[in-house]
Nanobody, 117 residues
Framework: QVQLVESGGGLVQPGGSLRLSCAAS????????MSWYRQAPGKERELVAG????????NYADSVKGRFTISRDNAKNTVYLQMNSLKPEDTAVYSC??????????WGQGTQVTVSE
């Protein structure tokens, strides 16, 4: 059974930082492209950042470039999202995604990030 468990969300002031983690189990983690998505109230889910299986390539939404960094530790079956210079518009539920093939595409439950004074 595949499980993706996110952690690290919370309430932070504008300009602050958070580090999200997503621990994976039940899959061969090193084969999967890992991504972080977010969904704010009333908005569609959007891709925040992605990293290839070996970690050699990353991509980011324009809105987070230069502020967020995605990384992975294949020995720990974990993907991270370091979020700096947070803004109120970053408030959302952040979910991690593991994708190997269209049939092997898994989601975590999500973690809430709230950026507010």
């Amino acid at each position: 059974q595949v499980q993706l468990v996110e952690s690290g969300g919370g309430l932070v002031q504008p300009g602050g930082s958070l580090r999200l983690s997503c621990a994976a189990s039940g899959l061969t983690f090193s084969r999967y492209t890992m991504s972080w998505y977010r969904q704010a109230p009333g908005k569609e889910r959007e891709l925040v950042a992605g990293i290839t299986a070996a970690g050699g390539s990353t991509n980011y939404a324009d809105s987070v470039k230069g502020r967020f960094t995605i990384s992975r530790d294949n020995a720990k079956n974990t993907v991270y999202l370091q979020m700096n210079s947070l803004k109120p518009e970053d408030t959302a539920v952040y979910s991690c995604n593991a994708r190997y093939t269209p049939a092997r595409n898994y989601w975590g439950q999500g973690t809430q990030v709230t950026v507010s004074e």
